[in-house]
Every structure is written in structure tokens, then in C-alpha cells.
């Protein structure tokens, strides 16, 4: 087996570890992991990344936000670039809801390439999923909401990734929202 193979291995076992207790906010209650994985499989299957650490990124994406997991224990473990890019993907868990929101749109466009792909294939996840199942809960206008504010950060984001990006503008086009 490749030693990125491996390398893979390790991360996805560590994320799935550190979600094992959570859950996703829809009906059947989807184990969290299937998320960071499929964000992982969004940038290599259809962003065609082969850069390991932000395939190992995208699976780590979440685990510092939602578990109890540090920086410095992904330093530790997995290097500082892959630590760097959950940091940027991370929100300061110090600030309100709405101010986390207004931060993603401010830091997207000084965010490093590697760190806009994560936050890229997150979002076509994330509005995937929408459209897939709303979460439990979640009224029209908060799904909406959602769309109109990814927007923004995706607007951000842009001249990153031609083939995410497409995707990104279709599932806005579809909701009547200008990227
Ligand atoms: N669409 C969808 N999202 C779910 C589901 N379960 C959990 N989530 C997570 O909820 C977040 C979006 O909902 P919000 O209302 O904005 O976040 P909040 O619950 O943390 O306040 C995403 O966080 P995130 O990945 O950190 O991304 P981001 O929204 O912060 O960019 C997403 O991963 C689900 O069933 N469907
Ligand atoms: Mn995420």
C-alpha cells in the first residue's frame, strides 16, 4: 500500500474516533463523519486534488469546532501544515453565531488556496445535504438564509476551483441567488 494510503488511513480513523458521539441534524441521524469524508471525496473525485494534506484537511476539518480536539494535538500528530489548515477552516468559538457568520465572509478571500478548497467542498457539502434532507428543524426562510450567506463566503472563494465552483453557482441558480 502507498505510504499516502496510509497516511489517509490514519486521518480518516482519527476523525471517525473523535465523532464517534455525534451525530448529523437530520431524520435518520447520520453518523457526523460521513460529512468530513464526503467533503474529502468532493475534493478528490470531483476538484481532483491529490495535495494529501488538504485531503487530510478536509477530513480533520471539523474536529477542532465540534470535538474536543486542539491544534496542538493535530500538530502533534498530523504536522503543522495539516494543523494551519483545520485553523483556518476553524471558527473562534468565542464569538456569537451571527459574528462567526459575518467572519467567514471577511476571512474567505484571505484565507491560503489549500484552505479555500476545504471551504469549498464544506459548502457544496453542506447545500448538498440541504437539498438532500432539511435539517431537523430548520424553517424555509433559515434554509434560504443559508444559501444567501454561503453565497457570500463562496463569493470569497472564487477563482480556486473551476469545477466546484460550477457546481457551487448551479445549486445557488436553482435557489435564485446571485454568487
Ligand atoms: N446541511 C446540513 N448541515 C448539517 C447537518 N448536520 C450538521 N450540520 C452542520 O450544521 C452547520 C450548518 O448549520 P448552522 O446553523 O450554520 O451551524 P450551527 O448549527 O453550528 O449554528 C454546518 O457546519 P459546518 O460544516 O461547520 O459548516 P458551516 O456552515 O459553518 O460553513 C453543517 O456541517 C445536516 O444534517 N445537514
Ligand atoms: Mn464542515
Known amino acids: 500500500m502507498s505510504s499516502d494510503s496510509v497516511i489517509l488511513l490514519e486521518t480518516v480513523n482519527f476523525a471517525a474516533e473523535k465523532h464517534r458521539n455525534q451525530r448529523r441534524k437530520d431524520a ?3 453518523p457526523y463523519i460521513t460529512h468530513p469524508i464526503g467533503v474529502a471525496r468532493i475534493l478528490s473525485h470531483e476538484g481532483g486534488i491529490t495535495d494529501i494534506e488538504v485531503l487530510q484537511a478536509a477530513l480533520l476539518h471539523d474536529t477542532v469546532e465540534d470535538t ?3 491544534i496542538g494535538e493535530l500538530q502533534a500528530v498530523f504536522g503543522q ?3 494551519r489548515l483545520v485553523q483556518e477552516v476553524t471558527d473562534d468559538k468565542a464569538l456569537s453565531k ?3 457568520k459575518r467572519q ?3 476571512h474567505a478571500p484571505h484565507s491560503s488556496h489549500q484552505a479555500k478548497l ?3 467542498a464544506d459548502k457544496l457539502y453542506n447545500l448538498r445535504d ?3 434532507c432539511t435539517p431537523t428543524g430548520w424553517s424555509a426562510e433559515r434554509v434560504q438564509e ?4 454561503s453565497a457570500q463566503v463562496v463569493r470569497g472563494l472564487r477563482g480556486t476551483n473551476p469545477a466546484l465552483e460550477r457546481h457551487l453557482e448551479e445549486l445557488f441558480k436553482q435557489r435564485g441567488v446571485e454568487l
Open 28 to 30: 435518520e441521524q447520520t
Open 68 to 70: 474536543d480536539t486542539s
Open 81 to 83: 501544515t495539516v494543523a
Open 98 to 100: 451571527e459574528e462567526t
Open 104 to 106: 467567514q465572509v471577511e
Open 118 to 120: 476545504v471551504k469549498l
Open 130 to 132: 440541504i437539498n438532500r
Open 146 to 149: 443559508y444559501f444567501v450567506w
